[in-house]
C-alpha cells in the first residue's frame, strides 16, 4: 500500500479554514440561486409577510377565542378569505363602474363626432382667461371634424401600445396576487414555528442583536400600518363625505383613490388641486376653495401630527427619517417600499444607536433554550 506523504497533508486548523470557506461559498451560492430562481416571486412573498404581521395581533386574538383544531386550516383559511375580499372589493366596484362609464363615454363620443362638443356654460363665468378659452373650445372642439381628428389621434396613440405587453403585466399581477394569498395562508397556519426558527437562526448568527433588530423592524411594519393605511382610509371617508357637500361627480370611488393617495405623501394634494381646479372650471369658486382648505388642513393634521405618533411612536424612529424611508422605500420598491423603506431605516438607527451607546444585555449566552416568538401571525 502506497504511503501518504505527511508533508501533503495540511494541518487540522487549515483543513478546518477551508471547509469553513468552501461551506460559506456554497451557502452563498445556494441563496444567490435561489434568490434569482424565486425573483418574480419576491414581490409576492414580500406582500404576504407584511399583510401577517399586519393582521397578526387580530389572528393571535381569534385563535386565543377559537383554538386551531389537528390541521390548522379553519381559521387560516377564513382570514385568507377575508383579506382577497377585501383587496378585490374595491377593483370590482370600480371595474362595474368603468363599464357604466364605458357606455356614456361611446355615447358622448358618437354625438360630439356628428355635431361637435358645445361650449359649457361655465367656461364665461371663469374668473380670468374666459375668451382665450373659448376662442380654444370653438377651434378645437365645437367642429365635429376637429373632434374625430382629436378622437382618430387619440385612438391611434392607444393603438400605439403592445397589447400583448398589457397582458402579459396584468397577468403578472394577477399571479403575484394568487402566491401572496397563498403565502398568507401558510404563513398564518405556520407562523408561530416559523418566528421560532427565524429567531433561533438570527441568535445564532447574530446572537441577541438579531431579535432586537428582528422586532424593530416587526414593530416598524404595525406602526406604517397604521399611520398609512389606517390614517389614510379615515382621510378617505372624510374626503369622500366632502366630494358629496362639494357636488365633486362619483365621491364615494374619489374617496377610495383619495384614500390611497393618502397613504403617499404629497400625493393627496395634488388630487386636491386638480380637483378644485375643476369645480373652478365649472364656476363653483368658493365651493373649490372650501374644498381645498379642508383637504389641506386635514393632510396637514394627518402628517404632522397623526402619523408622526403612530409610526414613530411605534419605532422610536424620527419622524423625518421615517418620511425618507417611505419615500426613498416607493421610488425604489414601489408601492410595496411604503412598508419596506421605514423598516429597513428604523433597523438601521437601531443598529446606530446600539453603536453609540451600546444597551446592557441580559443574556450573551451562544444559545437560549426559550425565545420569545416576533409576532408575525398566529401569536
Do not use: C
Amino acid at each position: 500500500m502506497p504511503m501518504i506523504n505527511d508533508q501533503s497533508v495540511p494541518p487540522p486548523e487549515q483543513t478546518n479554514r477551508m471547509q469553513r470557506n468552501a461551506r460559506l461559498v456554497l451557502i452563498l451560492a445556494l441563496v444567490a440561486l435561489g434568490a434569482w430562481t424565486l425573483h418574480g416571486f419576491i414581490a409576492a412573498l414580500v406582500w404576504a409577510a407584511i399583510i401577517a404581521i399586519a393582521i397578526g395581533p387580530l389572528y393571535a386574538k381569534a385563535t386565543l377565542r377559537w383554538p386551531p383544531g389537528k390541521h390548522n386550516i379553519g381559521l387560516p383559511l377564513l382570514f385568507t378569505t377575508l383579506v382577497a375580499v377585501i383587496f378585490l372589493l374595491p377593483f370590482i366596484v370600480l371595474g362595474i363602474q368603468a363599464a357604466r362609464e364605458a357606455q356614456a363615454l361611446m355615447h358622448f363620443g358618437t354625438e360630439a363626432m356628428r355635431s361637435g362638443i358645445p361650449e359649457p356654460a361655465w367656461v364665461g363665468s371663469l374668473p380670468f382667461g374666459a375668451a382665450e378659452v373659448s376662442d380654444w373650445w370653438k377651434t378645437n372642439l365645437a367642429n365635429p371634424s376637429d373632434v374625430s381628428g382629436l378622437v382618430h389621434h387619440a385612438t391611434h396613440s392607444a393603438g400605439m401600445l403592445n397589447n400583448r405587453e398589457l397582458w402579459t403585466a396584468f397577468t403578472h399581477r394577477i399571479v403575484t396576487f394568487f402566491f401572496t394569498i397563498v403565502t398568507l395562508f401558510f404563513l398564518l397556519r405556520d407562523g408561530k414555528s416559523l418566528s421560532n426558527d427565524m429567531l433561533l437562526a438570527s441568535h445564532k448568527l447574530f446572537g441577541p442583536h438579531g431579535e432586537r433588530i428582528a422586532r424593530q423592524m416587526v414593530s416598524s411594519v404595525h406602526g406604517t400600518v397604521d399611520g398609512l393605511v389606517l390614517v389614510g382610509l379615515g382621510e378617505g371617508v372624510l374626503l369622500g363625505i366632502a366630494y358629496a357637500l362639494a357636488g365633486v361627480p362619483h365621491p364615494t370611488l374619489l374617496g377610495a383613490f383619495s384614500a390611497v393617495a393618502a397613504m403617499i405623501p404629497f400625493v393627496v394634494v395634488v388630487l386636491l388641486l386638480v380637483l378644485g381646479a375643476i369645480l373652478v372650471a365649472q364656476g363653483a369658486l368658493w365651493t373649490a376653495i372650501a374644498l381645498v382648505a379642508f383637504g389641506l388642513v386635514m393632510n396637514s393634521i394627518a402628517d404632522h401630527f397623526v402619523r408622526p405618533g403612530l409610526i414613530g411612536g411605534a419605532t422610536k424612529l424620527p419622524f423625518l427619517w421615517v418620511l425618507l424611508g417611505i419615500l426613498g422605500g416607493v421610488e425604489t420598491w414601489g408601492l410595496i417600499g411604503l412598508f419596506v423603506g421605514p423598516a429597513v431605516m428604523s433597523a438601521l438607527i437601531l443598529l446606530w444607536r446600539e453603536f453609540v451607546r451600546p444597551a446592557p444585555l441580559l443574556d450573551d449566552k451562544p444559545a437560549r433554550k426559550t425565545l420569545s416568538p416576533v409576532p408575525i401571525a398566529g401569536q
